[in-house]
């Protein structure tokens, strides 16, 4: 079983630099481009990828980089090589930086699915800074480290979050930011899938937080994006182009057709033998 989200105390690693996409699209070029990983990051490091003046500058954007997306599976390295076939600024590639991002740090992960999730929820659209900073005082009670961070540096790390969830299409607006419907492309959903049994979800359990919301203790990763499917209409998401998993809410009531979910049965799209 492989653990994919930050199960550690809140950090501040995100204080700056945002979301990166365009740094991230850089590197992945550079992958696809055939070059070894310790090729990229020397073009990167010496100023040929990354744009940014300062080498210091130039290694803490490796750093976030590499901690997002470079030491994951290399399952995870080769979706992203594939989703930006069609450009750094495409809609799957962004979904699944935006999936990584939120799953490699703690503070992001709960601030969209307990946050931001309750406010879309009761109709809630505005999003202001405090609203991350109250969740960093509500969590200081049992992480002391959050109290020894400067005032600087909480503010820093709510307006980079917001920011960086803004160029990811979960918030739009300069100053006055607003939540919006991330986009959930299929190849994301069918990643997000693969994660998910990953960490040994099996069936119907990986499809539990569209129905029971935050029920379960072991919240799913679905809030990140399950704001933007349709409630009312009949739905289909399929993981391998419609072949091995189908979930049809309709009428407001989710039912779910779902073969056990197994990473040893994991064949590529739609090579699984459990496809209906």
Not at 71 to 100: C, I, K, T
Not at 254 to 265: I, Y
Request: hydrophobic fraction near 40%; charged fraction near 20%; include cysteine.
């Amino acid at each position: 079983m492989t653990i994919f989200r930050d199960s550690g105390p809140y950090s501040a690693r995100n204080s700056s630099k945002g979301a990166l996409i365009a740094e991230a699209g850089r590197v992945i070029e550079g992958l696809r481009s055939g070059l070894s990983l310790d090729e990229v990051r020397a073009r990167a490091l010496d100023g040929d990828l990354f744009s940014q003046r300062a080498r210091a500058t130039r290694k803490r954007i490796w750093a976030l980089l590499h901690y997002r997306y470079l030491s994951r599976p290399d399952w995870v390295l080769s979706a992203l090589q594939s989703a930006y076939g069609g450009g750094a600024h495409n809609q799957e590639f962004v979904s699944l930086l935006y999936l990584h991002y939120g799953l490699r740090d703690r503070l992001t992960y709960d601030f969209v699915t307990e946050t931001l999730w309750d406010r879309w929820g009761n109709q809630q659209r505005s999003v202001v800074r405090e609203d991350v900073l109250s969740l960093l005082d509500q969590a200081s009670e049992t992480q002391p480290q959050i109290q020894r961070w400067t005032e600087s540096t909480h503010l820093r790390l709510a307006g980079s979050i917001l920011t960086a969830l803004r160029d990811f299409g979960v918030l739009e607006g300069r100053q006055k930011k607003t939540l919006i419907q991330p986009t959930l492309p299929l190849p994301t959903a069918e990643h997000l899938l693969r994660i998910l049994t990953a960490e040994g979800l099996r069936g119907s359990e990986v499809l539990r937080d569209f129905s029971g919301g935050f029920s379960s203790v072991r919240k799913t990763m679905w809030p990140t994006f399950s704001v933007s499917l349709p409630r009312s209409d009949g739905f289909i998401l399929s993981a391998s182009a419609a072949r091995w998993c189908w979930i049809l809410p309709t009428n407001g009531v989710l039912s779910n057709d779902c073969p056990r979910l197994a990473l040893e049965d994991w064949g590529g799209r739609g090579a699984s033998p459990h496809s209906l």
